[in-house]
């Protein structure tokens, strides 16, 4: 028999965390999340993103042990925003057991029909910036420390219950190896000069963080028109500059600015922390922040986390300035791999902009939804 209990002091929230490193510990492409940064993730006190949310976190138990857990949110914001009744269901694991997975989704959804909602809908986090969607391929590629780690069952599980896929992601990878430079620096040039653009390179953090507000509004508007967008609050901007930027190798953030001085595109990129995340094993010390302080300062890979350009430039070649740039610390870093995170498959326009470095789907996931 399941019995499902919902997460109430500080103990069973770290059970909740901690049932992830017992159902991966053996698996060689889950990367674990800091403990510590996913106990602030549910901190009223400290995560923004909670402000405007209802959250309830679920365990699922099985002879008295944990076999299962999920996170039932309403984003208040996406609600009025976009008119969608939705609860979002993220944070979900669980062993291989149907009864389980209903179980917990059956909490998710009474959660909802309590909050006047008409759907559920995950895997999902509380915003954009969040990790989403379950692994439908790519079940043996490793994970990135921006997005979760699924088993095949997942997908079998959610299917099996009646749900329907509601929106497709793909993750792609390329080699630094294999890019020939001529053709995006003859452009950049070009670009740089009919548009009178200039690019800020930074070597500090903290001169960055005067432009951030500017790199959302850009964010904002290059997302604006995707039907599941929910505009970046400036809580959760905030948010992003106390907790991020310092984290960000700050040469691995570019802007673009116009004549005028306005930005008109920008690229965050982060080093790749997967296996140093693997090693400090969910905890900063003792050796964990060694770990992280080492890829931050000597990885061969390269995450592009962030990227926004404004509609009217879509077109015009600036991407062709940012490669130009990011070509240049890549190469005095000895970068080898460049890995894309989530993107939606509808989001033909982001596509277009890696077309010349040869991607390769390495991984898709999906959400799925369920009428309530």
Not at 131 to 149: A, D, H, P, R
Not at 310 to 334: D, R, S
Request: proline letters at 4%; hydrophobic letters at 40%.
């Amino acid at each position: 028999m399941v019995t499902i209990k919902e997460v109430t002091n500080k103990k069973e929230l770290k059970d909740f965390i901690l049932f992830s490193f017992e159902l991966f510990k053996d698996n060689p492409y889950w990367v674990p999340p800091l403990i510590s940064e996913e106990m602030e993730t549910f901190d009223k006190e400290k995560n923004p993103n909670l402000e405007n949310c209802d959250l309830k976190l679920f365990l699922a138990y099985k002879n008295n042990k944990i076999v299962g857990k999920v996170a039932a949110i309403v984003n208040w914001d996406e609600v009025n925003e976009l008119g969608k009744k939705k609860t979002r269901f993220g944070w979900f694991d669980v062993i291989d057991d149907l009864d389980v997975t209903k179980a917990l989704l059956d909490k998710v959804t009474e959660f909802g029909k309590e909050k006047g909602m008409d759907h559920i809908e995950g895997p999902l986090g509380f915003s954009n910036l969040d990790k989403v969607g379950v692994l439908s391929e790519g079940f043996n590629e490793i994970s990135t420390m921006i997005s979760w780690y699924s088993l095949p069952y997942y997908v079998e599980h959610f299917e099996k219950l009646g749900m329907n896929k509601e929106k497709e992601y793909i993750e792609s990878i390329f080699s630094m190896l294999d890019v020939d430079p001529k053709g995006f620096m003859r452009a950049s040039k070009m670009i740089k000069e009919r548009y009178k653009l200039k690019v800020m390179n930074f070597d500090n953090s903290a001169d960055i963080i005067p432009y951030v507000d500017e790199m959302f509004a850009v964010f904002n508007t290059t997302y604006e028109k995707l039907q599941s967008y929910v505009t970046i609050t400036p809580q959760q901007i905030e948010y992003v500059k106390r907790k991020h930027i310092s984290f960000i190798n700050p040469e691995y953030i570019k802007f673009i600015m116009d004549e005028h001085n306005n930005m008109i595109a920008f690229t965050i990129v982060m080093p790749g922390f997967a296996e140093a995340l693997q090693k400090a094993k969910g905890k900063l010390f003792p050796f964990g922040w060694w770990h992280l302080l080492q890829a931050k300062k000597h990885s061969k890979e390269a995450v592009f986390y962030l990227i926004g350009v404004l509609p009217e430039y879509q077109k015009k070649g600036v991407t062709a300035v940012i490669f130009e740039e990011y070509y240049k610390v890549f190469k005095a870093k000895n970068i080898r791999t460049c890995v894309r995170t989530p993107e939606l498959e509808e989001n033909h326009a982001m596509h277009n902009l890696w077309k010349n470095f040869n991607p390769r789907i390495h991984k898709r996931r999906r959400t799925y939804k369920k009428d309530i």
